[in-house]
């Protein structure tokens, strides 16, 4: 009997400990996780630093009010604006709350420019932005939001890649376009840079705000710090939450001066957003995830990653119709039945998880190793030959 309520589809599986690339589970076997908490951990289980700043912390200071100043926040934002387009940070605990903040400051900024109908947003259908009631309206999906009306008005939805679907929805009243540059629960769609750019012009051209959302593509997943970075695109606004905090819950907004003018006193807050202990962990976080060297690994390793994905997938065209993402956000779309080939891959060791259009997602640590890498490769491979 559990108490928990059934609000997830569990599997049968517990964890005792992790060490970077693995899990132990109760039951005592070692699994290759490239689920990393869904791209969370960027660091893999139990980074010694990111063990040893906490251990520290722990015995400093965990949590004070927004009402003073925390110079451990300060820190983080300044490494995050001097790394990116942001002027200015402010601090959440997860992706949800990221994301509406961020459509509360496309909101304000035109409320503070006495333009206070221009309040809607525009999403992608079937997108994914988190599951409080503003998000899951602004995902635009029937799953998500049944039963939970009434509706949250002020958000329309056009169809990803249909560029003439997105110019008609756009009207006087549309505040921002929000989108994630790689949709990670909605099948790993990428985004690709020539469309960021003609997405930058055409908010440019109807004056209205971009908003990126790179809670699970950014913080070096994609192999560039922002999954953006690449297109020379600079967004107004940009939600991150997952990767920033290594499995420690942080969110955060990221803003340009222009739309931040807007966040006067009082118009946002959060009680535990940005606390010394959280931000000690995001220092952290982004001291290793910023580097050059780093991200050239990333880089590296993925190139390493996808060559090998793509031999599989010439071997086995009947099992793997294609192979999407960026960086170490990578998703095998599937000709055959996506539940059978992760549980599969779990009976042989590899953890994996599901997206939407039949996609398996693979997330592996950011610091992943090329014998991982190798060792994920050949379990795919055998569970792709036993249902050939
Ligand atoms: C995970 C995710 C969110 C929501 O994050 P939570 O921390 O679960 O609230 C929002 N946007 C995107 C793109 C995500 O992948």
């Known amino acids: 009997m559990s108490y928990l309520t059934k609000n997830y589809n569990r599997k049968k599986i517990s964890f005792k400990y992790g060490k970077g690339s693995y899990l132990y589970s109760t039951d005592n076997k070692k699994y290759l996780d490239f689920v990393q908490g869904i791209a969370v951990n960027s660091l893999g289980h139990a980074h010694p630093k990111l ?31 001097k790394k990116t387009f942001a002027d200015f940070v402010m601090f959440q605990n997860s992706g949800a709350e990221a994301t509406e903040a961020a459509i509360k400051v496309a909101r304000r900024y035109f409320y503070s420019i006495g333009k206070p109908k221009k309040n809607r947003i525009l999403c992608v259908k079937n997108s ?16 998500m939001t049944e039963g939970f009306g009434p509706k ?9 890649g249909n560029h ?17 540059t790689i949709m990670g629960e909605g099948g790993i769609k990428v985004i690709p840079d020539w469309c960021l750019v003609e997405l930058r012009k055409l908010c440019n051209k109807k004056k209205i705000l971009l908003i990126l959302d790179e809670v699970q593509c950014g913080i070096a997943r994609s192999g560039d710090f922002f999954a953006f970075e690449n297109s020379k695109v600079k967004p107004d606004i940009v939600p991150i939450a997952k990767g920033i ?6 969110g955060a907004v990221l803003m340009n001066k222009k739309v931040a003018s807007a966040m006067i006193p009082g118009t946002h807050g959060s009680t535990f957003g940005g606390n010394p202990l959280a931000m000690t962990v995001g220092n952290t976080v982004m001291d290793i995830v910023s580097n050059k060297k780093f991200l050239k690994n990333v880089k590296n390793i993925s190139k390493y990653f996808f060559f090998k994905l793509n031999n599989l997938k010439k071997l086995y065209p009947n099992i793997i119709k294609n192979i999407r993402g960026k960086g ?14 992760i549980k599969k891959l ?7 998880i599901r997206a939407a259009e039949n996609v398996v997602r693979i997330l592996p640590p ?6 991982e890498i190798n060792q994920a490769v050949k379990i795919i491979n055998k569970v792709c030959k036993v249902l050939n």
């Not at 994914?128 to 799953?143: E, M, N, Q």
């Not at 949250?152 to 990803?160: A, M, Q, S, W, Y």
């Not at 779990?346 to 994996?352: F, P």
């Open 51 to 81: 063990v040893k700043t906490i251990a520290n912390q722990s015995k400093k200071l965990w949590h004070v009010s927004n009402a003073f100043e925390i110079p451990e926040g300060e820190k983080l934002a300044k490494k995050l604006c």
């Open 128 to 143: 994914f932005h988190g599951r409080t009631l503003a998000a899951i309206y602004a995902s635009g999906s029937k799953k």
């Open 152 to 160: 949250v008005t002020g958000f329309d939805h056009f169809t990803f």
């Open 164 to 180: 003439e679907s997105l110019k008609k929805k756009i009207t006087k009243n549309t505040a921002a376009i929000m989108v994630e």
């Open 245 to 250: 905090g290594g499995g420690f819950p942080i």
């Open 328 to 341: 170490l956000l990578i998703g095998l779309q599937l000709q055959t039945d996506q539940t059978k080939f």
């Open 346 to 352: 779990m009976d042989n060791k590899l953890l994996t």
């Open 366 to 371: 950011l610091n992943v190793k090329k014998k």
